[in-house]
Nanobody
């Protein structure tokens, strides 16, 4: 049974930083899977933040988190990370870790391909105050 457990959320002021972690268990060949971070603010749809396959990370485009957030993974520890810098109040949301398809991450017009992510964590709350 796949289990994803997020941690690292919290409350920070504008301009602050946080690092989210997601430990995966029950996944054979973890390195073969696309992994992703998503977020959902109250009253809004869940949106993609960043995805990664092997060492290639993709982040949401300009005007969103590009240049401020970095996704990475440790395939020995089966852990996914999201380094978030220069946080803004608009980044406040529940952040979720998810397992995507094997051997590829959706790209281009198909990014983030949320329907391809079939296993989800419970989320960790990030609150950014002005």
């Amino acid at each position: 049974q796949v289990q994803l457990v997020e941690s690292g959320g919290g409350s920070v002021q504008t301009g602050g930083s946080l690092t989210l972690s997601c430990v995966a268990s029950g996944i054979t060949d973890y390195a073969d899977y696309c992994m992703g971070w998503f977020r959902q603010a109250p009253g809004k749809e869940r949106e993609g933040v960043a995805t990664i396959y092997r060492d290639e990370g993709l982040t949401a485009g300009a005007g969103s988190v590009e240049g401020r957030f970095t996704i990475s993974r440790d395939n020995v520890k089966n852990t996914l990370y999201l380094q978030m810098n220069s946080l803004e109040p608009e980044d406040s949301a529940m952040y979720y870790c998810a397992r995507g398809p094997r051997f590829i991450c959706p790209r281009g017009g198909n990014w983030p391909g949320i329907s391809y992510f079939t296993s989800w964590g419970q989320g960790t709350q990030v609150t950014v105050s002005s």
